[in-house]
């Protein structure tokens, strides 16, 4: 890897349908952090081809002929929009990619809605890079890579209730802290699909995975879960609400990253069935709104590029 100094950057992928969530990092050595990936889609509708292509020139653009290296593959949680296309490029690029290690949880218990095939395809897939190291992420731990520093505050191990009913009550939520020169500091929250328990556990002082407002004050928020509060199709209790709007009011961010599509972002989308994600539905999506400038806001059908060090954006569509 060159000794030049790259600006740091992080950048919200562009995805094509079904979507998911892809963060990829580029660190001011050279090297990159990637969190999740996407999905793969399905045979033949070109999303995983797209996709990659995507991926693919983001690490190009650093590296040139050099094998990118990506010091660290976060996985916040075996759902196959978030892990499938990691797998799948994992697999495809084992020979053109330095990977240094990877982090993951997965659940403890064995029930019926384990995503077995999931875990193992990337299981198969981390095998091929012998020399990686491999961490199970657990509440407290802490990575370090050049100017970037990642705290985990939540993961599988920590969940409550501690038996959790469905993939995304095992998803990690981490911190991001990246170092300025002048000594000063700028942090994202990434929440993957963190749900409305976890959101009560963070902000409740009697739980072992407690955090202060300080500690979860951040200049960027991944919205959790694609802006969902719970899992699945059904009405949620309005009692959930209050806690996640909480715990976006500690975040209190200056930019907003929404890993869905345009369609869903906008408001504009008629497919029977997927009304469920508007994001009015929520209080806490219009505290989102009202808090932080609506041009501060980003979704995922476009690529987004935030410089750490001023906050700056760019966005681009990449075809």
């Keep these: 890897?060159?000794?030049?100094?790259?600006?740091?950057?992080?950048?919200?992928?562009?995805?094509?349908?079904?979507?998911?969530?892809?963060?990829?990092?580029?660190?001011?050595?050279?090297?990159?952090?990637?969190?999740?990936?996407?999905?793969?889609?399905?045979?033949?509708?070109?999303?995983?081809?797209?996709?990659?292509?995507?991926?693919?020139?983001?690490?190009?653009?650093?590296?040139?002929?050099?094998k990118p290296v990506i010091a660290c593959w976060f996985i916040t949680h075996t759902h196959i929009d978030h892990m499938g296309f990691a797998a799948a490029f994992m697999t495809d690029f084992r020979d053109e990619l330095v990977i240094e290690r990877f982090a993951y949880n997965y659940p403890v218990t064995e029930p019926e809605w384990r995503e077995w095939e999931n875990e193992k395809a990337l299981n198969d897939a981390m095998a091929l890079y012998i020399d990686a190291e491999k961490y199970v992420m657990h509440t407290g731990d802490t990575f370090t890579f050049a100017?970037?520093?990642?705290?985990?505050?939540?993961?599988?191990?920590d969940q409550y209730p501690p038996e959790p009913d469905n993939p995304n009550q095992t998803s990690a939520v981490l911190r991001l802290t990246?170092?300025?020169?002048?000594?000063?500091?700028?942090?994202?929250?990434?929440?993957?699909?963190?749900?409305?328990?976890?959101?009560i556990e963070l902000r409740n002082p009697a739980s072992r995975v407690y955090r202060e407002d300080s500690e979860l004050k951040a200049d960027i928020l991944q919205v959790s879960h694609h802006g969902l509060c719970v899992t699945g199709y059904s009405k949620e209790p309005e009692q959930y609400y209050e806690p996640f709007l909480k715990l976006y009011q500690a975040i209190n961010p200056s930019?907003?990253?929404?890993?869905?599509?345009?369609?869903?972002?906008?408001?504009?989308?008629?497919?029977?069935?997927?009304?469920?994600?508007?994001?009015?539905?929520?209080?806490?999506?219009?505290?989102?709104?009202?808090?932080?400038?609506?041009?501060?806001?980003?979704?995922?059908?476009?690529?987004?590029?935030?410089?750490?060090?001023?906050?700056?954006?760019r966005t681009w569509i990449e075809e």
């Design 147 to 157: 100017d970037l520093r990642v705290d985990v505050l939540l993961s599988a191990f």
């Design 1 to 66: 890897m060159s000794k030049k100094v790259y600006e740091t950057t992080l950048i919200q992928m562009q995805l094509d349908r079904p979507g998911g969530m892809s963060y990829v990092i580029r660190l001011s050595d050279g090297r990159f952090v990637i969190i999740d990936g996407g999905h793969t889609g399905k045979d033949g509708d070109g999303v995983y081809e797209m996709n990659l292509r995507r991926m693919w020139k983001v690490l190009r653009e650093t590296c040139g002929e050099e």
């Design 255 to 313: 930019i907003c990253l929404w890993p869905v599509y345009k369609e869903r972002f906008m408001l504009t989308d008629e497919v029977p069935g997927e009304g469920w994600c508007r994001l009015p539905k929520y209080p806490y999506h219009y505290w989102l709104h009202q808090s932080v400038p609506e041009d501060r806001h980003f979704h995922h059908s476009q690529m987004t590029e935030i410089t750490l060090r001023d906050l700056s954006v």
């Design 178 to 199: 990246f170092a300025q020169p002048d000594g000063t500091a700028r942090r994202a929250m990434i929440m993957g699909d963190c749900q409305a328990d976890h959101s």
